[in-house]
């Protein structure tokens, strides 16, 4: 059996940090629109709740289906048991609290952005002046920002577990799955990663004949 740590979607998911800086980015450019129209605490505090609580919440009450990418997730039934160990180590009280560690984290960092914000407003000219578009599109650009780091810190958490731990845990059941977590997106018999892992397969396959041919002749 191939490590866990091979798992496709697990580094699909850590590779999610890249757009994280676009996120925040969006987030600056946003911010930097119009006027303040509320005093700096109530401006700060919308954009938070909005991009920390729903995230926040579901990853304590019912944490992200890690087997789902671009609006589509793979059937419970169809994990295999390294799969359903994985799930094991997404729902635990650590998680729970890297997830509260980072949602203040990122906190700290809207803060700056927004202390930024206005030696960027010529940047945002060309976008129309409303302060309330702004402040509704910086609070969705930082609720992706929260997704983008919320799932790979997750993710980490995965991949630092040694081996012996993992083998040790009993995988999730069926009905678990579906109780405890959050699965979003169309639920389909396979993604993406899962065929490239049979592309490969076959590719090393098609190669073992190659080698035996000179001992044929």
Not at 191 to 212: A, F, H
Request: net charge neutral.
């Amino acid at each position: 059996m191939s490590s866990f740590r091979s798992e496709p979607i697990l580094w699909i998911h850590v590779a999610g940090l890249a757009t994280l800086p676009i996120s925040l980015l969006l987030c600056l450019l946003f911010l930097s629109i119009g006027e303040p129209l509320l005093p700096v605490w109530m401006e700060l505090f919308l954009v938070a709740a909005i991009g920390v609580i729903p995230l926040l919440w579901m990853q304590f009450r019912r944490p992200f289906y890690i087997f789902a990418i671009l609006g589509v997730a793979l059937k419970p039934e169809n994990l295999t048991e390294q799969q359903r160990k994985i799930l094991c180590l997404i729902n635990t009280n650590l998680n729970r609290v890297l997830a509260l560690a980072t949602a203040i984290l990122l906190v700290g960092v809207l803060w700056q952005i927004y202390q930024v914000a206005p030696l960027v407003s010529n940047v945002a000219r060309f976008l129309p002046q409303w302060r309330s578009a702004g402040l509704l599109l910086a609070s969705l650009a930082f609720l992706a920002s929260n997704l983008f780091l919320q799932i790979p810190v997750s993710i980490v958490r995965v991949l630092v577990t040694n081996d012996t731990e993992f083998a040790a845990i009993e995988p999730l059941p069926l009905e678990k799955i579906k109780q405890d977590f959050t699965i979003l997106g169309v639920r389909v018999n396979q993604i993406v990663p899962q065929l490239v892992q049979s592309l490969l397969g076959m590719n090393k396959d098609s190669q073992e004949p190659l080698k035996s041919d000179p001992e044929q002749h």
